[in-house]
Nanobody, 113 residues
């Protein structure tokens, strides 16, 4: 079955950086459009970034220029490199594919001084 395991979150000061990782299983990863999403309490999942197969990466306006999505098809891992973090980036971060599969447990990112 499809499974996503996210890691790499933590507490970071404003302006800091983190790298999130998501290991996928149960899919043909190298031909799958993957994305990162985030969720804050009381809200639905918000799309953050995507890495389609054979196309340019895409970013939400709120993270463009600060976050970079990348993938390692040999390891079935998608990364989210987050720089210049802001308090409003605080959320639980998830990866998923397009179309969606059940969500993983996510990884908490807290940006605070």
């Amino acid at each position: 079955h499809v499974q996503f395991v996210e890691s790499g979150g933590g507490l970071v000061q404003p302006g800091g950086s983190l790298r999130l990782s998501c290991t996928a299983s149960g899919i043909d990863f190298s031909v799958t459009h993957m994305g990162w999403f985030r969720r804050t309490p009381g809200k639905q999942h918000e799309w953050v970034a995507s890495t389609p197969v054979g196309l340019n990466t895409m970013y939400a306006d709120s993270v463009k220029g600060r976050f970079i999505i990348s993938r390692d098809n040999a390891k079935n891992i998608v990364y989210l490199h987050m720089n210049s973090l802001k308090p409003e980036d605080t959320a639980v971060y998830y990866c998923n594919k397009f179309p969606y599969s059940p969500w993983g447990q996510g990884t908490q990112v807290t940006v605070s001084s």
